[in-house]
């Protein structure tokens, strides 16, 4: 009965370990991994949106150069 005893109080030991290295894991999620993330999803956000802008600006170009070409074709 002693094995039995001294096996379970190791599979305990075992069960607790595994918690506490879980909340270690969560902890270190939450404070470390989490924030560098957001930064560098912030980041490319801002780098999408500078490349839109610009997407959308030569788009309002090539729109103005066809209306002054139109307008062109029609007074000659």
């Known amino acids: 009965m002693r094995a039995k005893e001294a096996a379970m109080d190791k ?7 595994l918690d506490e290295e879980m909340t270690r894991l969560r902890k270190y ?7 560098a993330t957001e930064k560098r999803t912030a980041q490319v956000l801002r780098e999408a949106s500078e490349k839109l802008s ?3 600006r030569k788009l309002e170009a ?3 150069a066809r209306g ?8 000659s």
């Open 11 to 17: 599979f305990e030991e075992i069960g607790k370990r």
């Open 62 to 64: 090539r729109v103005a």
């Open 29 to 35: 999620l939450e404070e470390e991994v989490a924030p």
């Open 54 to 56: 610009e997407a959308a």
């Open 68 to 75: 002054s070409q139109a307008s062109t074709d029609a007074k």
